[in-house]
């Protein structure tokens, strides 16, 4: 199979040193024990791409590889590494150690390939759309919005969560309901004039004791008028009370009332992410 790629991912390992900037000293340990691990072995059997060793420079990692004389990179070689060290879900390592990583690629003890990756590189992304409009929860509305990379996508465990984004702690729900009355664009516009009223369709949509949202303001989503709020979701779990940092987005488009929502259960707030995914929303009932 001459124009497949091996990809071999340094966190097939597990190293369990995570929440700290490594020092040069650790980088070159952990080298030293993958070094151990893959040098001589048969990485593909298909291919016949063999392990040749792990070093570390300074702050980077490089893994190294013999490949057969019929194999070649593909084209857009760092990208589709970069995007399988995040759909992985292993890179904790690199982005909590600020930890680079290299692939050297030999045939004949000759470096024919090398691809850098920053440690930067590896943070959140997003994937590709999923399209929503046929699902059954989503009563006709007509939309999608894009998968971050590493995220599992699942299927909403509620009767009108259409789907559930999550990945470490942090949840991103998309919910549908239809409303049983046609508001238009205009309509929606006037409801949502002033953040007092705001927060006044906010307090009554989501009156929940554990979620308290404040501080709505009007906000646009492919041109349609939306609430943006933020607040706290407070949860008890095999008695332990665990505070969440939400963001929510929510509006009526024709007869469905929809809302985004992201939650996070750690001391960072992910709002950033949050918004891109949310960013990333296509409503295609208006084209």
């Known amino acids: 199979m001459k124009h497949r790629i091996f990809i071999f991912i340094a966190l097939t390992f597990s190293l369990n040193l995570v929440s700290q900037v490594f020092s040069v000293e650790d980088i070159k340990s952990y080298s030293s024990m993958l070094n151990d691990r893959i040098k001589g072995i048969t990485i593909d059997p298909a291919t016949g ?15 190294q590889y013999d490949v057969p004389e019929d194999w070649y990179p593909l084209h857009n070689i ?19 150690g600020k930890v680079d990583v290299g692939y050297f690629y030999y045939k004949s003890d000759r ?13 959140f992304k ?31 465990n509620g009767p009108h969560i259409v789907k559930k984004f999550s990945a470490d702690g942090k949840i991103y729900l998309i919910y549908v309901k239809e409303t049983g009355q046609f508001l238009s664009k205009k309509d929606v516009r006037d409801l949502f ?19 308290k949202l404040n ?15 933020h607040g706290t979701l407070r949860k008890e779990r095999m008695g332990v ?11 009526f488009i024709e007869d469905q009332y929809i809302y985004f929502m992201g939650t996070s259960y750690s001391n960072e707030d992910y709002k950033n992410e949050f918004f891109e995914i949310t960013n990333s929303i296509k409503l295609l009932n208006q084209y």
């Open 241 to 251: 009370e665990i505070e969440g940092k939400v963001h929510l987005w929510f509006s």
């Open 126 to 156: 997003l994937g590709d759309y999923i399209e929503l409009t046929n699902h059954p929860k989503s009563n006709g509305l007509e939309f999608k919005l894009k998968v971050p990379l590493g995220w599992d996508a699942e299927e909403g």
């Open 78 to 96: 760092k990208e589709v590494l970069t995007r399988s060290l995040i759909e992985s879900g292993n890179t904790s390592l690199y982005l909590e």
């Open 111 to 123: 470096v024919i390939k090398m691809v850098n990756i920053d440690w930067k590189d590896l943070k």
């Open 49 to 63: 791409v063999k392990g040749r060793g792990v070093i570390s420079i300074e702050r980077k990692l490089i893994f």
């Open 215 to 229: 501080n709505s303001k009007f906000v646009t989503i492919e041109n349609h008028p939306f609430v943006y709020s």
């Open 193 to 211: 004039s002033n953040e007092t009223e705001a927060q006044e369709f906010v307090n009554e949509f989501f009156n929940n004791e554990e979620l």
